[in-house]
């Protein structure tokens, strides 16, 4: 996928963070009882499994942070698909910057690189549909913006950032609202023109009168592929679908079948498995 890369102003901080956490009130006490502060290393980062790539630049922003001396050349950059031993970068210079900034590097290399693989595999499960797969709010708190760059990656699509995104009402907002007609009608009041509406339903009826106050988006709630079907041809275009609830790459097929515009999945930024991924001696 040919995503945009984040800006270095926003990988930094969190890298920063991380690093600080790992370092503690001592520093690494290890490499540096250990490793001469003059030796030097050539290293490389290499997957041990397939997958996709995802948090290359948040890697080497920890080695260079450590060390501004340390270098790296890109063999692989994010999106690329990765075989098992395919070398993803080379990372060159000061031994104990590199050995202190390991962890770090990989623990956001591995983690992004999970949340990319786990996306792909729902996208290419559902290829040849309108379908698209996207994440939702279920992420690391400080690290959303991280993770939903690796869906992005990946090969799907966002969705809200934030609560101020857009209106997305639930069955709880319905409850407190005193029904579905009293909270579309309060969200309308409330936002600016520019601003979408998203209604959750969980059934047909609910659909029915969702469709009746024209919101913007619905949300199919936990549907079987034939009822996402009877949703899809009720709302016939007036409004975009998303289905959500139990979506694996073993189900997804079937649901992206139904006709249904979004596959929403919260697992690939909260359950999502890191991609293992080593940093090894070169030589």
């Known amino acids: 996928m040919n995503v945009p890369p984040l800006p270095a102003i926003m990988i930094e901080p969190a890298v920063r963070a991380a690093l600080l956490e790992d370092l503690g009130r001592a520093g690494d006490i290890t490499t540096d009882a250990l490793v001469p502060a003059d030796a030097r290393a050539e290293t490389a980062l290499v997957a041990r499994q397939p997958g996709v790539v995802a948090g290359v630049d948040f890697a080497l922003t920890a080695f260079r942070l450590m060390d501004p001396v340390i270098t790296a050349a890109v063999d692989r ?117 520019l601003v979408k509406i998203e209604l959750e339903v969980d059934t047909l009826e609910q659909l029915a009168e969702a469709l009746q106050l024209r919101v913007d988006a619905v949300l199919l709630d936990n549907m079987g592929p034939e009822v996402l079907r009877q949703a899809v041809a009720m709302v016939d275009g007036r409004a975009i679908t998303e289905a959500s609830g139990r979506i694996r790459p073993d189900t997804a097929p079937a649901i992206a079948a139904s006709g249904v515009d979004l596959l929403s999945v919260g697992w690939l930024t909260h359950s999502a498995t890191v991609l293992d991924i080593g940093l090894d001696f070169v030589g």
Not at 147 to 158: I, L, T
């Open 77 to 193: 950059p994010d999106g690329t698909r990765l075989a098992p031993g395919d070398r993803i970068a080379t990372i060159s210079g000061p031994a104990r910057g590199i050995l202190t900034a390991e962890r770090t590097a990989l623990n956001f290399l591995c983690h992004l690189s999970g949340i990319a693989s786990a996306t792909r595999g729902i996208a290419d499960a559902i290829a040849g549909t309108r379908a698209q797969v996207c994440c939702t709010r279920k992420t690391m708190p400080g690290l959303r913006f991280a993770q939903k760059y690796a869906v992005r990656v990946g090969g799907g699509s966002n969705h809200r950032f934030g609560l101020d995104d857009a209106v997305l009402i639930k069955d709880n907002h319905v409850a407190i609202a005193g029904g579905v007609r009293e909270a579309v009608s309060r969200a309308r009041a409330h936002v600016g023109h």
